[in-house]
């Protein structure tokens, strides 16, 4: 964007053309925050920590791509269109490179050392007062599952915010880096 100033005035198509990738960039990104954590909720926590970085790197790749593609073949037709006004010799011979469609993996680790701590605490309170005082030793020890299931479940939802926040961190770095790039793009075929 700041190089837009230095360029004389850019012609009305490319200026729809640019328009119509930032469009196309918002969509994508606002529709993917809109499914993520509703798709998150659906799947379990190894999963996430499995599948989540490479499914998100595959999908954005594959958006990725075609946007280019569109954007090289509305390019394409612009330069049928309207020829240049400045015609190198090597312009013909001349393809467009395209951008860079990476998406680096989204990192979440949530940490429930603490949860797990209080499990084996009651279990080894559980234990220690069996003997002196079997009601409260009894209890001690009915209540480590209990301690541990609400720590697993407390963790799973720690982790499908994380990994939601993080994917989408990630997704925005990179969907920021592809504007750019396209922007990159459109500029250099203005000139």
Do not use: C, Y
């Not at 020829?83 to 979440?108: H, K, Q, W």
């Not at 209080?118 to 007062?129: H, K, N």
């Amino acid at each position: 964007m700041s190089e837009q100033p230095s360029l004389p005035s850019l012609p009305k198509a490319v200026q729809a053309l640019k328009a119509k990738v930032a469009l196309d960039l918002a969509d994508f990104r606002r529709e993917v925050g809109f499914r993520l954590p509703s798709a998150l909720e659906a799947v379990s926590a190894s999963e996430i920590r499995r599948h989540l970085g490479p499914f998100l790197e595959q999908t954005f790749r594959d958006w990725a791509e075609r946007e280019s593609r569109e954007v090289q073949e509305a390019l394409s037709t612009l330069a049928q269109r309207e020829p240049p006004l400045n015609e190198s010799p090597s312009a013909d011979g001349e393809t467009l490179s395209s951008p860079d469609s990476r998406l680096m993996r989204p990192t979440f680790d949530v940490s429930t050392s603490a949860l797990d701590a209080s499990v084996v605490v009651a279990l080894a309170l559980g234990v220690g007062t069996l003997f002196a005082n079997a009601a409260v030793g009894g209890l001690f020890l009915l209540a480590a599952p209990t301690l541990a299931a609400f720590g697993r479940e407390r963790g799973d939802r720690a982790l499908r915010q994380q990994a939601a926040k993080s994917a989408l961190n990630a997704l925005d770095e990179a969907v920021a880096r592809l504007g750019a790039e396209l922007e990159r793009l459109i500029d250099d075929f203005a000139r």
